[in-house]
């Protein structure tokens, strides 16, 4: 159950698909108007961008949602984390930041690609700070870890199971994957997350997945959640 009167919409990894998150927030338009009238929220589950090919105009896209009449909150994915810690200066975290799909995000921000084939690491940094703008720097930071709703708790990649909501380390919030996905026991809440893909939506007893790898598969999806009713939108279809 969620709290009486909420509706909220939880959306997957986009990693740079501004295309996917216009067409599902179109759906989660029209799909909000045919309901009864709630109080609607988004949760955004983190990894907006990398290996997609608009992630600086997904960061803007989604700042510009944050002071709209929408009701926002985003969650900090591991891509994001890594993005920031490069932006400081990190160039270990650069070069990890890179192999991770972090090159589709330079070039969004304007580096070109005769830019980036000529920099060494260094000077790829400095092009890369420079470009991107203080305000999606802000955005990021203020960026949450953790969001309780009801019976559910969203996260963006999963949570340490025998461990208290409230005891959860960042690392795990935002990296575990299998000793997460494959626990049976019950968490406190059902988890809502992303960060790891699957063909489409995954529901179990104990938690939902929905990462269903949009910068590749052109399906991004969003869980509908009001009372004790749950949804699936989703944009299969486009490439």
């Known amino acids: 159950m969620v709290p009486p ?4 919409y939880a959306i997957g990894d986009i990693h740079g698909r501004l295309d996917l998150i216009e067409a599902l927030l179109g759906r989660i338009v029209a799909d909000d108007r045919a309901r009864p009238e709630a109080q609607t929220q988004l949760i955004f589950l983190g990894d907006l961008i990398d290996r997609g090919p608009q992630s600086a105009q997904v960061i803007e896209f989604a700042l510009g949602l944050e002071s709209s009449a929408w009701n926002c909150r985003f969650l ?49 940094l400095e092009l890369l700070v420079a470009r991107v703008p203080a305000s999606h720097v802000e955005f990021l930071n203020r960026f949450e870890d953790l969001i309780v709703a009801g019976d559910y708790a969203f996260v ?84």
């Open 76 to 124: 900090l994915g591991n891509h994001e984390e890594v993005f920031l810690k490069a932006l400081t200066g990190d160039l270990k975290a650069l070069a990890f930041f890179i192999r991770i799909g972090g090159r589709e995000t330079i070039l969004s921000y304007g580096v070109s690609e005769a830019e980036y084939a000529e920099s060494d690491y260094p000077e790829l």
């Open 5 to 8: 009167g909420e509706r909220i």
């Open 156 to 239: 963006h990649a999963g949570v340490r199971p025998g461990q208290q909501l409230a005891d959860q380390r960042t690392r795990d919030l935002r990296w575990i994957r299998s000793e997460f996905l494959d626990h049976p026991e019950d968490h406190g809440k059902i988890i809502v997350h992303g960060h790891t893909v699957t063909d489409d939506a995954q529901f179990r007893h104990n938690r939902i997945g929905i990462d269903t790898g949009a910068y590749a598969s052109g399906k991004l999806t969003a869980l509908a959640l009001e009372g004790a009713e749950r949804w699936v939108l989703d944009t299969a279809g486009q490439k």
